[in-house]
């Protein structure tokens, strides 16, 4: 003896919009996740040519194989002894590095979204090393800087809060 479901069309419909607004929600939250890991990665990135911010790229499908040069909008200044973000070059470089994280469509929440930076000063930053060891203005990266801090707002929050 099975089951007898009075308004099927209307339960059907109900349990589809359901999934919908879930989806629409976790698409929302991912969008904020990635702003969040877009805006945390540039502020923790030391700029000098602009070329290492210039260089994240956020793409879906596949990772970003381009290498960007720098925008140069003048002299770099005396970065070495400037506080992070307040780089001549680094306004101009973020900026066009933004154009990719626009361009995401996060209307599909099971999207795989990469972000790449093929600069190739990119792994001297995150170990460190640059402009020299000991002398790095960022010298605990950038990369495993954010991931600690995301997964642990995962871990905490989880993804559809």
């Known amino acids: 003896m099975g089951a007898v479901i ?19 929600r976790m698409a929302r939250n991912i969008e904020a996740l990635v702003r969040e890991v877009d805006e945390h990665i540039k502020s ?18 596949a990772p970003s194989t381009t290498v960007f040069e720098a925008i140069d ?25 933004a154009q990719s994280l626009e361009s995401l469509n996060f209307a599909n929440p099971f999207t795989t979204i990469y972000l790449t930076n093929n600069s190739p000063d990119i792994v001297g930053l995150e170990l460190g090393r640059l402009p020299f060891p000991g002398r790095s203005r960022s010298p605990r990266g950038m990369f495993g800087l954010v991931n600690t801090y995301v997964q642990a707002k995962i871990a905490a929050k989880g993804i559809m809060s």
């Open 44 to 61: 923790l990135t030391p700029v000098h040519t602009g070329q290492a911010v210039r260089n994240y790229i956020w793409t879906t499908g």
């Open 6 to 24: 009075p308004n099927k069309a209307a339960c059907r419909s109900a349990m589809l919009k359901s999934i919908a607004d879930l989806e629409a």
């Open 73 to 97: 909008n003048g002299p770099p200044g005396p970065t070495n002894s400037m506080s992070l973000g307040q780089e001549p070059r680094r306004d101009v470089n973020e900026t066009a590095a």
